[in-house]
């Protein structure tokens, strides 16, 4: 998908008229794709804009760079450092406003069954006065009033749907690897070379869970001390041993034939960096030592004064975000994966073995309804006769994966 193309719909107020402005490069777009892309597209920036928030580096490099900044700060009545737009608390502040975004948009595209309705216009265009609302609430969450009460209640608002995100994020990657598996399985029929492959993914996957749960033994436990930290290794570590077992059992196999030990080990890796997460963002224990110093344990000597586990979190929490988000917007709500996940799927004739196995080629579509060229980009109007996906759906997950960010990025408290 030409990023151009997306971005240039800013410029437009309504509709995906811009998209077909754009250049003839540019490959063919459906619109119901293109309209995700978009809403991703403000997500991904307002994250990007949290990061830098509740990054000291960028802080200080503004301190020291940019002329008259405290005068600014003072101007902007941000505090006398501007304090007050950076920090746990500012992302808290933006977070609340894109969450109220997305969730003002679930209630408004509710029981939209077509396209054509007034409220799925509004929902597949004006991107201008959207991106307009959405900087306005996230700069007026500045502006409420009993700052601390307020962010004492939002982050529990914030726990709760960055769980309730975490699991659907289990079911996401579930998704995804059964469909994964199904593909690669398909392709064995043919050429063995498929088998190979999915072994060796595989065999990649529970070798970097396992030494994920070799080096937080090591760097989190001691001999003495860090129980919190053994037990959470311990049963995590037992879950996913459990996990793939279940995978691989007759009565499992029997009725999900296309079960296996890449679902479990796709599982186990993201269950480890649930588990870095939580011990990273766990407050070190101080014990004293042989001579009544206090000293700090189960944390990294590396990390100590530096958080470099936690940003490593950070980085890793928002790829695999992107991650979901990117794969949300390609598949994941359209009518196919839906059935997926109720257990109906496609039978193995009809399945073409691919690399990029995400990707429905084109001529899979039935989204072929109405082709439009304006001369530019080839755009294909794929709701013409109902919805290809969930609009209320799709905005109650962006709410809670602005939780999730909120949550993720400032360390969970």
């Not at 808290?92 to 894109?98: I, S």
């Not at 060229?373 to 109902?386: A, F, L, M, N, P």
Request: hydrophobic fraction near 45%; glycine fraction near 6%; charge should be positive.
């Amino acid at each position: 998908t030409c990023v151009f193309c997306l971005t240039f719909q800013l410029a437009c107020c309504c509709g995906t008229a811009a998209c077909s402005l754009c250049c003839k490069c540019c490959p063919k777009i459906k619109q119901s794709t293109s309209t995700r892309f978009m809403y991703a597209l403000y997500f991904i920036l307002v994250t990007i804009i949290c990061c830098v928030m509740m990054s000291t580096t960028v802080a200080n490099e503004m301190k020291t760079h940019i002329p008259f900044y405290k005068q600014m700060c003072k101007g902007l009545q941000a505090g006398e450092m501007c304090e007050k737009l950076v920090g746990y608390s500012a992302v808290y502040k933006v977070c609340f406003g894109m969450a109220c975004f997305f969730f003002f948009f679930f209630l408004f595209t509710i029981k939209i069954n077509s396209s054509k309705s007034c409220r799925a216009y509004i929902h597949n265009g004006f991107w201008l006065i959207k991106l307009i609302l959405l900087a306005a609430m996230c700069s007026g969450a500045f502006f409420i009033p009993d700052q601390d009460t307020f962010l004492n209640a939002w982050r529990y608002v914030g726990a709760t749907g960055g769980f309730l995100f975490i699991a659907i994020q289990l079911i996401l990657l579930v998704e995804f690897a059964h469909k994964w598996n199904k593909n690669w399985t398909a392709g064995a029929n043919h050429k063995q070379m498929w088998n190979g492959l999915l072994a060796l993914v595989t065999l990649i996957l529970y070798s970097v869970a396992v030494a994920a749960l070799i080096l937080m033994a090591l760097f989190y436990t001691r001999s003495e001390g860090c129980m919190y930290n053994k037990v959470l290794i311990g049963v995590n570590g037992g879950l996913c041993l459990f996990v793939s077992l279940v995978a691989i059992s007759p009565c499992v196999q029997n009725r999900q034939p296309h079960s296996g030990l890449l679902q479990s080990g796709v599982i186990s890796c993201y269950v480890m960096y649930l588990t870095f997460s939580a011990l990273s963002s766990k407050p070190p224990e101080t014990i004293l030592d042989e001579n009544n110093q206090n000293i700090t344990i189960c944390v990294p000597e590396f990390s100590q004064g530096l958080h470099r586990d936690e940003n490593l979190v950070t980085g890793l929490g928002t790829t695999i975000l992107f991650g979901c988000i990117l794969y949300s917007c390609l598949t994941s709500t359209t009518r196919a994966s839906s059935e997926a996940l109720r257990g109906i799927y496609a039978t193995p004739e009809t399945e073409v073995a691919r690399c990029c196995f995400c990707c429905v080629p084109d001529g899979d579509a039935d989204a072929e309804e109405h082709t439009e060229k304006r001369g530019g980009q080839t755009v294909i109007y794929d709701e013409k006769k109902s919805t290809v996906y969930s609009y209320a759906y799709f905005h109650f997950v962006f709410f809670l994966a602005s939780l999730y960010v909120m949550m993720t990025v400032t360390h969970w408290f």
